[in-house]
């Protein structure tokens, strides 16, 4: 199970900070990587990046100037940062773990279990 | 970036029927294709993975198929859950979802 938590409204040119836990599952399991993806209103969806439990991190190019993450496997969380924000930047942010259907796994092919989503809103 | 395309973006059937949705890919990304559920004003959540195998819980009346660039989800007999919105992803370069096609009753 994952659950997302963080301030639901940004500033304008501030830091979007976001932290999922994680409960039910070893965050430092091999093969799972955990991502976060967004939602623009009314829009489809949009994966941001991962990271796996050693720290390393995969980020969308379109987003990777301004995408950090982070993971605490003992605290059982990760997050996100998110720089500069616009309003475009305004969506529901999910976390989720992403897998592979055979192991090993070294770059994950499907997103397995999602969070119920947070509303960020980027507004002054 | 390997893009996406479904079709048709809007299917209105009534309960009963069959859905078949398509997901087309820009290029080959071999069977590793994905297909999620989101209901309204719910998270998606996982229904197929490697383009046939179905995720836990996930019930028999949906199956995938295809392979290299074109894929096809089956609702075989629409239950009144299954009105939704219906993901395909991919991973062949990265993660990349498309558009969504919306299945509404008619």
């Known amino acids: 199970q994952l659950q997302e938590s963080g301030p639901g409204l940004a500033k304008p040119s501030q830091t979007l900070s976001l932290t999922c836990f994680v409960s039910g599952a070893s965050m430092s399991s091999d093969g799972y990587y955990w991502s976060w993806i967004r939602q623009h209103p009314g829009k489809g969806l949009e994966w941001i990046g991962y990271?796996?439990?050693?720290?390393?991190?995969f980020y969308n190019p379109s987003l990777k100037s301004r995408v950090t993450m982070s993971i605490e496997t003992s605290k059982r969380r990760f997050s996100l940062n998110l720089s500069s924000v616009t309003a475009a930047d305004t969506a529901v942010y999910y976390c989720?773990?992403?897998?592979?259907?055979?192991?090993?796994?070294?770059?994950?092919?499907?997103?397995?279990?999602w969070g119920r989503g947070t509303l960020v809103s980027v507004s002054s | 970036e390997t893009v996406l395309t479904q079709s048709p973006a809007t299917l209105s059937l009534s309960p009963g029927e069959r859905a078949t949705l398509s997901c087309r890919a820009s290029?080959?990304?071999?069977?590793?294709l994905a297909w999620h559920q989101q209901r309204r004003g719910q998270a998606p959540r996982l229904l197929i993975f490697?383009?046939?195998n179905r995720a836990a819980g996930v019930p028999a009346r949906f199956s995938g198929s295809g392979s290299g660039t074109d894929f096809t989800l089956t609702i075989s007999s629409l239950e009144p859950e299954d009105f939704a919105v219906y993901y395909c992803?991919?991973?062949?370069?990265?993660?990349?979802f498309g558009g969504g096609t919306k299945v509404e009753i008619k």
């Open positions: 990271i796996y439990y050693t720290g390393t991190t």
């Open positions: 989720a773990s992403a897998t592979c259907s055979t192991t090993p796994c070294h770059r994950p092919e499907f997103f397995q279990h």
């Open positions: 992803q991919q991973r062949s370069d990265w993660l990349t």
């Open positions: 490697n383009t046939c």
């Open positions: 290029q080959n990304v071999s069977k590793s």
